[in-house]
């Protein structure tokens, strides 16, 4: 982008440096038609650079809108995927039954307490003398749905599945494993398709950010299934919590 604009400054004080010279040194009859040209190519040049730089604070504004509504949806998944993973030990990569699992499971609210009983092998090793040993007692308190822990009456979780902006009809690709034997997931879905009606060349660039305060990489994505995590790939300014 900043080549571009240097490299039309370059051309317009060029130009405007031919209409002096044209006006020193060619015919009067011809310079009327001439400098019409050059001017016409000036406010061309002009018009051309600030649409390149305005219509780049165009897209990264509607960017970080399309993105934060996103970012929301991702939340949403991983705080599913980690209750699932309360609940059964591991994530899944089947949205259908993320959906079936928050509509029927529950946490199990338990308390801990520690005990002191009769240790009735050391008892009878010693000869019945009377041996006692520490133990930690769980007590079941009760149950709560993991719907209303999670989205209380709110049932945008149906459609979590959905990317909310951008290219119609579009999903997130929804993925989940096992790395070193610790259960991961992965939500992502590409930026061309939250993208998908701006500049080319924008999303492409947009694809290739590599930057402390941008989204790096070719997509918005929670978790990873290449590392224990289950944070976003986005930054602080995109959204309030990770």
């Known amino acids: 982008m900043l080549t571009i604009i240097i490299a039309a400054i370059i051309v317009i004080l060029l130009t405007i440096g031919i209409v002096w010279l044209i006006d020193k040194f060619v015919p009067k009859k011809l310079k009327p038609v001439i400098n019409i040209v050059l001017w016409a190519v ?31 949806k991702l939340k949403d998944i991983r705080d599913a995927e980690l209750a699932h993973r309360t609940v059964t030990g ?18 199990t609210i338990t308390q801990r307490r520690d005990s002191t009983v009769i240790d009735e092998e050391l008892t009878r090793r010693y000869g019945g003398v009377e041996t006692t040993k520490d133990i930690v007692i769980i007590d079941t308190l009760g149950f709560v749905p993991v719907k209303d822990s999670l989205f209380g009456a709110d049932t945008r979780y149906k459609t979590m599945m959905n990317v909310p902006v951008g290219q119609e009809g579009a999903k997130f690709e929804l993925k989940a494993g096992m790395l070193d034997e ?5 939500a992502k879905v590409d930026k061309s398709v939250i993208l998908f009606d701006q500049d080319k060349n ?6 290739q950010v590599i930057s402390v305060d941008g989204v790096n990489g070719p997509s918005l994505k929670v978790g990873s299934m290449d590392e224990v995590k289950t944070i976003g790939n986005w930054p602080i300014n995109y959204s309030k919590e990770q």
């Open 90 to 107: 591991k994530f899944t990569d089947n949205f259908d039954d993320l959906v079936k699992f928050i509509d029927t499971a529950q946490y």
């Open 42 to 72: 000036i406010a061309y040049l002009a018009y051309s650079t600030f649409m390149s730089v305005y219509g780049e604070i165009q897209f990264n504004q509607l960017k970080e809108k399309r993105y934060a509504v996103v970012i929301e």
């Open 182 to 186: 610790i259960p991961v997931f992965e």
């Open 202 to 207: 924008l999303v492409k660039k947009e694809k």
